[in-house]
């Protein structure tokens, strides 16, 4: 460090406004991606008539246009580049998310005749339509589409963020720096359940789409003048750009006899034949869906079985003391860095040790059901834990790529990993919705749990155990430090 310091005088630390930017960024995600979990229960639900098996689809589709466009976002931030991508990606979502307001007025406009209604106008006017079906239909397919749009913007977010990261930070700092950005969707759903039933029930649910998609607009404002690549930006100085480029590439020089040469790339396809491509594809798909159940689930959940609303003070406090504990996430960046630097680990090693730590925690949601007989508050408090593990463990994989693949390709495996974690939770999403309409009109059993209860339980006993069979099948496929060399 202080050869560093000496060579360009004292370091900035620009890098870190960066991360500030990231972070924003993934809490503006994570709202716009909650405003439909607290508003469709207690809002949408009673306008459209849905049922759980309707919600069930828009989420689960969501999740599959998540997973296709994350194929192709990392692709395209890499094509495109950080600062491009990033703008197209939050810009299309901010739509997405806008679009969402319209959906009243156009299912009035279809069923009903009446186009040119407000809000209001638009509830009265699909109060008076008898043909519930079609309501819930063509509700349905409209919600679909703008979930759509979102989906295809929010895939690039994670691809770029990422990518940000393995440009402004060194290797043995990059989980730390990630866990920070990451903890934006912590606070993204700390600030969602206290923000949008308050806009929901004062102003209408249409309005909260509105504001919060708005928020993504003001952040491209920020982002046009903020990201500059580090080697070119004056708010850089010499001392931190050599700290951040301490561990450039070896295998992937990026100057030769003084001149700078152009950084070797891997085909979209050749992806494909590396283990460490599908160790951390397999890492995402059994996990990703677990925090999109508990992130998507969690409102609906203390509604069904334990009848406390979203919009009441008690739920309002519920889903921000759960999301509160996932803060603790944070240790996520800490612990890998430990384990380098004061164990002599190897990044990837220290990775999967913390990850395997991580892996144990979850295990505790297989008693959020049985305890919640007692309290409501034991499975908010253990959905908690379990979420700020999942946090960590996400904060390390995304950092498992920046350690084995040249910059070049960090979006685009991001994006096959997102793909993956897609695919994941579509089938979590569309498996719990049609699960606990099943459990709860037929009021099945399982374990001492009855209907939607019994539900829920077999949801959580999944996810409990989903972290330690990724880590196994990770560390099968990949059980030593091997970076990606491009010949």
Same mark, same amino acid.
Request: charged letters at 15%.
């Given at each position: 460090?202080?050869?560093?310091?000496?060579?360009?005088?004292?370091?900035?630390?620009?890098?870190?406004?960066?991360?500030?930017?990231?972070?924003?960024?993934?809490?503006?995600?994570?709202?716009?991606?909650?405003?439909?979990?607290?508003?469709?229960?207690?809002?949408? =639900?009673?306008?459209?008539?849905?049922?759980?098996?309707?919600?069930?689809?828009?989420?689960?589709?969501?999740?599959?246009?998540?997973?296709?466009?994350?194929?192709? =976002?990392?692709?395209?931030?890499?094509?495109?580049?950080?600062?491009?991508?990033?703008?197209? =990606?939050?810009?299309?979502?901010?739509?997405?998310?806008?679009?969402?307001?319209?959906?009243?007025?156009?299912?009035? %406009?279809?069923?009903?005749?009446?186009?040119?209604?407000?809000?209001?106008?638009?509830?009265?006017?699909?109060?008076?339509?008898? *043909?519930?079906?079609?309501v819930v239909n063509v509700?349905?397919?409209?919600?679909?589409?703008?979930?759509?749009?979102?989906?295809?913007?929010?895939?690039?977010?994670?691809?770029?963020?990422?990518?940000?990261?393995?440009?402004?930070?060194?290797?043995?700092d990059r989980a730390f720096?990630?866990?920070?950005?990451?903890?934006g969707a912590t606070v993204?759903?700390?600030?969602?359940?206290?923000?949008?039933?308050?806009?929901?029930?004062?102003?209408?649910?249409?309005?909260?789409?509105?504001?919060? %998609?708005?928020?993504?607009?003001?952040?491209?404002?920020?982002?046009?003048?903020?990201?500059?690549?580090?080697?070119?930006?004056?708010?850089?100085?010499?001392?931190?750009? =050599?700290?951040?480029?301490? *561990?450039?590439?070896?295998?992937?020089?990026?100057?030769?006899?003084?001149?700078?040469?152009?950084?070797?790339?891997?085909?979209?396809?050749?992806?494909?034949?590396?283990?460490?491509?599908?160790?951390?594809?397999?890492?995402?798909?059994?996990?990703?869906?677990?925090?999109?159940?508990?992130?998507?689930?969690?409102?609906?959940?203390?509604?069904?079985?334990?009848?406390?609303?979203?919009?009441?003070?008690?739920?309002?406090?519920?889903?921000?003391?759960?999301?509160?504990?996932?803060?603790?996430?944070?240790?996520?960046?800490?612990?890998?860095?430990?384990?380098?630097?004061?164990?002599?680990?190897?990044?990837?090693?220290?990775?999967?040790?913390?990850?395997?730590?991580?892996?144990?925690?979850?295990?505790?949601?297989?008693?959020?059901?049985?305890?919640?007989?007692?309290?409501?508050?034991?499975?908010?408090?253990?959905?908690?834990?379990?979420?700020?593990?999942?946090?960590?463990?996400?904060?390390?994989?995304?950092?498992?790529?920046?350690?084995?693949?040249?910059?070049?390709?960090?979006?685009?495996?991001?994006?096959?990993?997102?793909?993956?974690? %897609?695919?994941?939770?579509?089938?979590?999403?569309?498996?719990?919705?049609?699960?606990?309409?099943?459990?709860?009109?037929?009021?099945?059993?399982?374990?001492?749990?009855?209907?939607?209860?019994? %539900?829920?339980?077999?949801?959580?006993?999944?996810?409990?155990?989903?972290?330690?069979?990724?880590?196994?099948?990770?560390?099968?496929?990949?059980?030593?430090?091997?970076?990606?060399?491009?010949?």
């Open positions: 460090m202080s050869a560093l310091k000496t060579a360009g005088g004292k370091m900035t630390n620009y890098r870190w406004t960066i991360c500030a930017m990231l972070f924003f960024a993934t809490t503006i995600n994570y709202l716009d991606r909650q405003v439909l979990s607290l508003t469709w229960k207690d809002f949408i =639900a009673p306008e459209f008539h849905w049922t759980n098996n309707d919600y069930g689809n828009i989420t689960a589709l969501f999740s599959i246009f998540y997973a296709i466009s994350m194929l192709f =976002a990392g692709r395209f931030v890499d094509w495109m580049d950080t600062k491009k991508g990033f703008l197209w =990606a939050i810009g299309i979502w901010s739509l997405g998310a806008c679009l969402h307001a319209f959906c009243g007025i156009a299912t009035s %406009g279809i069923v009903a005749g009446e186009w040119f209604v407000g809000f209001e106008g638009a509830r009265e006017a699909i109060a008076r339509v008898d *043909d519930v079906a079609m509700s349905v397919v409209l919600f679909i589409f703008a979930r759509f749009v979102l989906a295809v913007g929010e895939a690039g977010n994670f691809p770029a963020a990422i990518k940000a990261t393995a440009e402004y930070f060194p290797k043995k720096s990630t866990s920070i950005f990451n903890a993204g759903a700390l600030a969602a359940p206290v923000t949008i039933p308050v806009i929901a029930a004062r102003w209408g649910w249409e309005m909260a789409f509105i504001i919060i %998609g708005a928020l993504g607009f003001l952040w491209m404002g920020f982002w046009v003048f903020i990201y500059k690549k580090p080697e070119v930006n004056p708010k850089v100085n010499k001392a931190e750009l =050599a700290y951040i480029q301490q *561990d450039q590439e070896s295998q992937n020089p990026t100057e030769e006899n003084g001149e700078k040469v152009p950084e070797k790339k891997i085909s979209f396809a050749n992806c494909f034949k590396y283990k460490q491509t599908w160790a951390f594809a397999f890492g995402k798909f059994m996990t990703d869906g677990v925090w999109w159940f508990y992130l998507f689930w969690a409102p609906a959940y203390l509604s069904s079985v334990y009848d406390i609303k979203s919009s009441d003070p008690a739920g309002q406090l519920a889903i921000f003391i759960l999301y509160l504990i996932t803060l603790l996430s944070i240790v996520g960046g800490w612990l890998p860095s430990y384990f380098v630097d004061k164990k002599g680990m190897n990044p990837y090693a220290g990775r999967m040790k913390a990850m395997l730590i991580f892996a144990f925690f979850p295990l505790l949601a297989l008693f959020a059901q049985p305890l919640g007989s007692y309290s409501y508050w034991f499975p908010v408090i253990i959905i908690g834990i379990a979420g700020a593990a999942h946090q960590a463990w996400s904060a390390n994989i995304f950092s498992t790529i920046g350690d084995m693949f040249p910059k070049s390709a960090i979006a685009t495996i991001t994006g096959i990993g997102g793909m993956a974690g %897609g695919i994941g939770s579509f089938l979590i999403n569309k498996g719990s919705g049609m699960l606990f309409d099943h459990a709860g009109e037929t009021q099945m059993a399982f374990l001492g749990f009855q209907g939607e209860e019994a %539900g829920y339980f077999i949801i959580f006993s999944i996810c409990a155990v989903a972290y330690l069979i990724g880590w196994i099948v990770m560390k099968a496929l990949v059980p030593q430090y091997k970076p990606i060399v491009i010949e």
